[in-house]
């Protein structure tokens, strides 16, 4: 007698550039990808020849049929996308590139992306929604807060701590033992030498203030 299929479709909520490189992952890895959920897309669209499925209407009405990967990179967004799916009862997947390199050790969040050519070394934490993108180095001990930012090529030393919702831009390193504050950011190419406090964007070789506010 023929089976019905219950394995649970995988969904991308977020069909910008971000969106596709998850989608992108999660076809490397041999699953299958129903589409796109996104709130601001046209539903029946395409987007990388997969459907864009409908909103968070679609996901409420689907959730028992679904499984869901984040695909939005702006982080306060992932941060409500990921609630969202909370209250729905759906934990997002966690999507790792073949091509990275996890250390056996290495804890990882529900929810998190690593991408091709990242490597996340012995004893690293990464929080729920961080996203540790193409070719980025999580050295040993790191800690990687929820929803934190890692953009490609960025470079943790050992042991340095990302606050919650930071964002460590294109290219940029943290000396080993440095804290980046929660909110903060790394502008691209800089080099943290010293603690970055909350909220603040720095600039530059060795890092400094370049604005008290990220907004
Ligand atoms: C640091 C950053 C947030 C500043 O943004 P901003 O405040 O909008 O900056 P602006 O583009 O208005 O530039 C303001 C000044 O800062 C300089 N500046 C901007 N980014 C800089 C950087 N990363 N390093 C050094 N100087 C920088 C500009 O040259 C400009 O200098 P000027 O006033 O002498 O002309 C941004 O440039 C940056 O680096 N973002 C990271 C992007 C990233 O990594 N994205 C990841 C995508 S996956």
Redesign the pocket.
């Known amino acids: 007698m023929a089976q019905k299929n219950t394995t649970p479709k995988l969904v991308i909520y977020g069909c910008g550039g971000h969106g596709k490189v998850v989608a992108d992952i999660a076809l490397c890895r041999g699953l299958a990808v129903a589409g796109f959920v996104d709130d601001g897309a046209p539903e029946g669209g395409r987007v990388l020849g997969l459907p864009v499925l409908g909103g968070a209407g679609w996901l409420e009405a689907h959730r028992s049929e679904v499984i869901v990967a984040l695909g939005i990179?702006e982080k306060r967004a992932r941060h409500r996308v990921h609630q969202l799916c909370a209250a729905l009862g759906l934990d997002p997947v966690t999507l790792i590139h073949p091509n990275a390199t996890v250390a056996a050790s290495a804890r990882i969040g529900a929810g998190v992306v690593i991408m091709a050519q990242a490597v996340i070394n012995p004893d690293a934490r990464i929080g729920d929604g961080a996203i540790i993108?193409s070719g980025a180095v999580v050295e040993h001990d790191c800690e990687v807060g929820a929803f934190a930012?890692l953009?490609?090529n960025a470079t943790l030393g050992g042991a340095v701590r990302i606050g919650a919702l930071a964002?460590v831009?294109?290219g940029?390193s943290v000396l080993p033992g440095k804290a980046v504050g929660p909110d903060a950011?790394v502008?691209?190419?800089?080099v943290v030498v010293t603690d970055v406090p909350p909220g603040v964007?720095v600039?530059?070789i060795p890092a400094r203030l370049?604005?008290s506010s990220?907004s």
């Not at 502008?187 to 800089?190: E, H, L, T, V």
């Open positions: 990179g993108n930012h953009a490609p964002h831009g294109l940029a950011m502008g691209a190419g800089a964007v600039v530059g370049h604005r990220r």
